[in-house]
Every structure is written in structure tokens, then in C-alpha cells.
């Protein structure tokens, strides 16, 4: 029997099993970038509505030592500000729903201390945050 001496090409079978190793190893990567995606979508979420109520947070504090007869309001879905001269407005980034859970703060004159608590909404997540203005009194 005569011998191939020129066997330099790879087989069927050898292609073949390069062929279904790379592919699974590109679906594993797919997968794992598919999940990555996922999971910096839904930290980016959070952290978007962590950044509303910090800004929310400010805006009436700051609103809450600058104007002894500011008003807190509601307005549709959010909460605004009235009698207020440097601030006056909705509170907020404008594109969030704001839920109070006390609505016993609304619409009256804010005094040296109150609690609320505010819940952001984006639509498909909350963040529910417990807010302390208060301001010091003068000294007499």
C-alpha cells in the first residue's frame, strides 16, 4: 500500500469541530455581553432616579430656608413650589413622576421642621426617599 506523503490540508471533521467550538464559544460571549447590557440598564435606571430625588431633595431645601411661606404643591403627577421668589416652579427634572406619601404638608405655610417622604417614579421603577427640611431659627 502506497502512502499520501502530502497531507497538509485539515479534514472535514477538523473544520467541522473548530466550526461548532467557536460558535459556542461566541454564544457564551453574546450571552454574557446580552446580560452585561442588561444589567448596566437597570443600574442606570436606579442611579437616574437616585439623581432626581437628590434633586428634588435640594430644590426644597434650599426652597425650604430661603422662603418662610413657600407652599408646596401639587400639580398633576409632580410637586411645585409657590411663594417662593428665586424658586418657583415644578420641582424636579421634569420628566418623573414624584407620589407624596403625607399629603397633609400640601398647600399651607412650612414650618421650622417637617418630614415627608417623596417616591420617584420612572414608569417602570421607584425609589421612595424620607426628606427632613428644616431651617434654624435666628438668634434673639
Given at each position: 500500500m502506497r502512502q499520501l506523503k502530502n497531507e497538509a490540508g485539515m479534514s472535514l471533521m477538523e473544520v467541522l469541530a473548530v466550526l461548532v467550538i467557536g460558535t459556542m464559544f461566541m454564544m457564551l460571549a453574546m450571552t454574557m455581553i446580552g446580560l452585561n447590557m442588561k444589567s448596566n440598564a437597570a443600574q442606570m435606571a436606579k442611579t437616574r432616579l437616585q439623581q432626581e430625588a437628590n434633586l428634588v431633595t435640594a430644590e426644597l431645601a434650599e426652597a425650604h430656608r430661603q422662603c418662610p411661606d413657600m407652599l408646596l404643591l401639587k400639580e398633576g403627577q409632580a410637586l411645585s413650589i409657590e411663594g417662593c421668589d428665586f424658586k418657583s416652579g415644578r420641582?424636579?427634572?421634569?420628566?418623573?413622576?414624584?407620589h407624596l406619601h403625607s399629603e397633609d404638608i400640601l398647600n399651607r405655610p412650612l414650618g421650622d421642621?417637617?418630614?415627608?417622604?417623596?417616591?420617584?417614579?420612572?414608569?417602570?421603577?421607584?425609589?421612595?426617599?424620607?426628606?427632613?427640611?428644616?431651617?434654624?431659627g435666628t438668634l434673639n
Open positions: 420641582v424636579g427634572g421634569g420628566i418623573y413622576t414624584h421642621r417637617e418630614t415627608l417622604t417623596v417616591t420617584v417614579m420612572d414608569g417602570k421603577s421607584e425609589l421612595t426617599v424620607p426628606i427632613t427640611l428644616s431651617r434654624l
